[in-house]
């Protein structure tokens, strides 16, 4: 199956604002990466950010206003419709409600006289995700689950043998537990079928379990680009600190001293030196990062606890607590014994603590 560099060159777009004649609203904004030949990168975000825009500019189904859109150093306007194999699998699914599975899989190979590929086509398919494709092929849309739709639109894509693969969060109408086994199915094929791909998605989990790299938007903007280990360990800002994480980070106000850090919790962490003494610095704890402690430990802060969350699968319990006015959040053990009302002392590990400016949010290193 042929793969593609896909490169984008500071990508602009934007739309026209309907409430403010002449005004317009950036969707999209300077947005420039490269993606090697078979890589799968994911584009996270919040809802509105872009990421579903970016993807319809990859597809050459909207025009940026500014940048360039290359596959493999070639402008993607100078590429025939037809010459550019884009598969595409939206959250609809846009299944024809007229023609059978076995039509909807097989009309690209069905316009190029190559029919007969079809049944070794979903054959592999099913094959790989270990799926009974065949019992689909004579039903129509109607006829078919939600879960079923999706795994007939991936075959529908890749039997075009497409050079790019997009991916506009397709999984999201399934419930959790079909979810889960689209992911796993999904993630099969593509390593069976290489294909450079891009995949829109606000769900970690499904991000993490896909994609080689992750891409974080905001308000039109790339944040930053990496695996999810480094966009968790090593955030640039305190956008990305707070949206990257399954439970959210603690974040605590204070200010920097001659080379601590000083809050209202944990204060004493030591921070770079050569700071102004009254710069506002936030910190930043993941729960990982924060434990039981004796009363006596150093810089250890006395909590009372308010809920108890178990996390069955993780073998930890999760404690929301309050320090004077500060709430913040741990794990420890699930077979700890702790209640709501209880009184608990914690330290924070300061090699997982981060430090950002409170003004601009980027990180202090």
Known sequence: MPMTVLMLQHISRRFPDTRMPGAHIPAVEDVSLRLPSGEVLAVLGPSGCGKSTLLRIIAGLLTPDRGSVLYDNVPLDQIPLADRGVGMVFQECALSPHWESRMNIGFFLWLRHRENEVPERVRRIAQITGFGMEALLDRKPRQLSGGE?????????????????????????????????????????????????????????????????????????????????ALHDNPVNLFVASFIGLHPINLFEGHAGEHQWLGPCF???????????????????????????????????????????????????MLEVIAGETRFSF???????????????????????LFFDSGSGQRIG
Do not use: W
């Open 149 to 229: 739709r999706q795994r007939v639109g991936v075959a529908r894509a890749l039997a075009r043998d497409p050079r790019i693969f997009l991916f506009d969060e397709p999984f999201s109408n399934l419930d959790a537990k079909l979810r889960t086994q689209a992911r796993v199915e999904l993630r099969r094929l593509l390593n069976a079928f290489p294909v450079t791909s891009v995949y829109v998605t606000h769900d970690q989990v499904e991000a993490m379990a896909l994609a080689d790299r992750i891409a974080v938007m905001r308000a039109g903007r790339l944040e930053q680009i990496g695996s999810y280990q």
């Open 267 to 317: 204060s004493g962490l030591p921070l770079r030196g050569d700071l102004p003494s009254d710069m506002r610095v936030t910190l930043g704890l993941r729960p990982a990062h924060i434990r039981l402690a004796a009363a006596s430990t150093p810089g250890a802060v006395a909590a009372q606890v308010e809920t108890t969350t178990p996390f069955f699968a993780e073998r930890h319990l």
């Open 331 to 353: 794990a420890t053990p699930i077979d700890s014994g702790i209640r709501p009302g209880d009184t608990v002392h914690c330290a924070a590990e300061s090699a997982g603590a």
